[in-house]
């Protein structure tokens, strides 16, 4: 067989593996508020095992990221740890408008490794038997601006100020209670759900302003259909129960 039988033989084989593969496998990098690493990986898994795409991570403050979002960082989806940046995300021009929705409300916690230090009632903050406290930096990532406003809602601050260690993001705060470079720090729920041991304070979420993530498309991502996908997913109940397995509240 030669000739123009072969080519249409060829072109034949080609159109039927055309149609036998799978769709092509897109990609969507998100910015991800490090309070959410752990819900954000599970999730991530399970929308690849949905479909073709994957969703890339980065983890970090959410002050940070929008600085390098600002900058022309190549995100094309932010889940913040708060509503005001992907608010101005939307205002500056850098988010597709309308996509911007709350994706989890968070907890905060004082917690310790040290079994008995942190009472249920967060008393030990008035006792002061610790030389260090945990939180992270609060103009970049919101737990630390509520950790912040629950010692102020106290009245304990001023007095707790001098032995504060600010990490750079709520991960680096567990890390320094981890590693015992502090006793105790603030840190959010979703981080230690599965700690076993240790002590903890559940924070009354009226002694902070309302920890409300929101996610929202960037301009980036307006053209990339894995993008909305992974935000599609983010809203469905499969990843609510991943969300609320963590310890968050969801809408």
Do not use: C
């Not at 053209?223 to 935000?231: E, G, I, M, S, V």
């Amino acid at each position: 067989m030669t000739g123009l039988p072969m080519r249409r033989l060829a072109l034949a084989v080609l159109a039927l593996l055309t149609l036998a593969a799978p769709a092509l496998a897109g990609e969507v990098n998100v910015a991800v508020a490090a309070n959410f690493t752990a819900p954000a990986n599970e999730i991530a898994a399970a929308f690849a095992k949905s479909g073709p795409d994957q969703a890339v991570l980065s983890f970090g403050a959410s002050g940070q990221f929008y600085a390098q979002i600002a900058n022309g960082a190549p995100y094309q989806v932010f889940l913040s740890a708060d509503a005001e940046r992907p608010a101005k995300a939307e205002k500056d021009g850098l988010a597709v408008p309308g996509t911007r929705f709350t994706y989890a409300v968070g907890k905060l916690v004082l917690w310790s490794k040290t079994p008995g230090l942190v009472d249920p009632a967060g008393a030990v903050l008035a006792k002061g038997s610790f030389t260090k406290l945990a939180i992270a930096d609060p103009t970049a990532a919101p737990y630390g601006l509520a950790a912040v406003q629950t010692m102020q809602k106290l009245g304990l601050y001023d007095r707790l100020r001098p032995r504060i260690v600010q990490g750079a993001s709520i991960t680096q705060a567990l890390q320094f209670v981890d590693t015992g470079a502090a006793e105790l720090g603030f840190v959010a729920l979703s981080q230690v759900t599965d700690q076993k041991g240790g002590s903890r304070w559940l924070v009354p979420e009226a002694d902070h302003d309302p920890i409300v993530q929101q996610a929202v498309l960037l301009k980036t991502g307006d053209d990339n259909p894995a993008a909305k996908a992974f935000l599609a997913f983010l809203k469905g109940p499969q990843a609510r129960a991943i969300i609320e397995k963590y310890g968050y509240a969801t809408h």
